[in-house]
């Protein structure tokens, strides 16, 4: 079993910027580089909604549109860690962000958006994007 916890969430206003981290932890006999990862986010009446994925490569990473140019995800896989960074945030950024992974074994890459495609989620972390 995959544990993700997410943290640095908070209060910010628009413009301001925000570095979400996902620490992972759990299995042992398969390390960080072989899942994908991903953050997701939910805004209160809305559906969870894609952000961005990287890849056990590192190499491959995507980006909603509504988040590219503003946001970056990175992984360190020594330290068991996902981040997303987060810059010139705007209101509507505003949701419960979550950290996601899956196995490469079972992740289909075509559906990189999809919350289907994840088997591992945390809580959660908010982020609250205000004046």
């Known amino acids: 079993q995959v544990q993700l916890a997410e943290s640095g969430g908070g209060l910010v206003q628009p413009g301001g910027s925000l570095r979400l981290s996902c620490a992972v932890s759990?299995?042992?006999?398969?390390?960080?580089?072989?899942?994908?990862m991903a953050w997701f986010r939910q805004a209160p009446g809305k559906e969870r909604e894609f952000v961005a994925t990287?890849?056990?490569?590192?190499?491959?990473?995507f980006y909603a549109d509504s988040v590219k140019g503003r946001f970056t995800i990175s992984r360190d896989d020594a330290k068991n860690a996902v981040y997303l960074q987060m810059n010139s945030l705007k209101p509507e950024d505003t949701a419960a962000y979550y950290c996601?992974?899956?196995?490469?074994?079972?992740?289909?890459?075509?559906?990189?958006?999809?919350?289907?495609?994840?088997?591992?989620w945390g809580q959660g972390t908010q982020v609250t994007v205000s004046s």
């Open positions: 759990g299995r042992t006999d398969r390390t960080l580089s072989n899942y994908a």
């Open positions: 996601a992974a899956n196995d490469r074994r079972t992740y289909y890459s075509p559906d990189y958006y999809s919350p289907q495609n994840y088997v591992y």
């Open positions: 990287i890849r056990w490569s590192a190499v491959n990473v």
